[in-house]
């Protein structure tokens, strides 16, 4: 065991936790921004594992979480527009730690791999990941100013 397979089990248990408890607790609001949460943290987790085992396809499973997780999001925010409504929910500071672990992962490992194509593909990983969980965040909250019906 290496110091990456040690962070992603880090990353895995203490996000796996809570994700877990959000989506065992609570009204369907706060569920999903566990379901939210779990993206954010298994796709770090994912880019650890893939530099702890120098397996380059984790790499690419980590790019599709980052892509379709948000996406996921969306589509039951969409779903269960009527009880977010009436509920409201907010997770800003979830939201901004789960965009630092996932921005402090992407730089370690830009570090560690050097310039080259799999930096590029790190750093598309990193900004759909933080990008795609604000927004998704952002929906969950109440949606956009300005934006009529969303």
Known sequence: MNGWILA???VLGGGGAAAL??????PPAHRMIA??????????????LAQGYG???????ALL???????GTLVFARLLSDDLEREQPSAWGLTWAAAGLGAAVVIA???????GRAMVK????????????????RALSG????VRGG
């Open 55 to 61: 397996r380059p396809a984790y790499v690419d499973l």
């Open 21 to 26: 408890w959000g989506v065992a607790t609570g």
């Open 35 to 48: 379901q939210n949460l779990t993206t954010s943290a298994v796709c770090p987790a994912l880019l650890l």
């Open 65 to 71: 979480l980052a892509l379709l997780g948000p996406v």
């Open 143 to 146: 949606g956009f100013r300005g």
């Open 122 to 137: 790190l750093l598309l990983i990193g900004t759909l990941l933080i990008a795609g969980n604000v927004i998704a965040s």
């Open 8 to 10: 992603a089990g880090v």
């Open 109 to 115: 490992l830009c570090v560690a791999g050097g310039p």
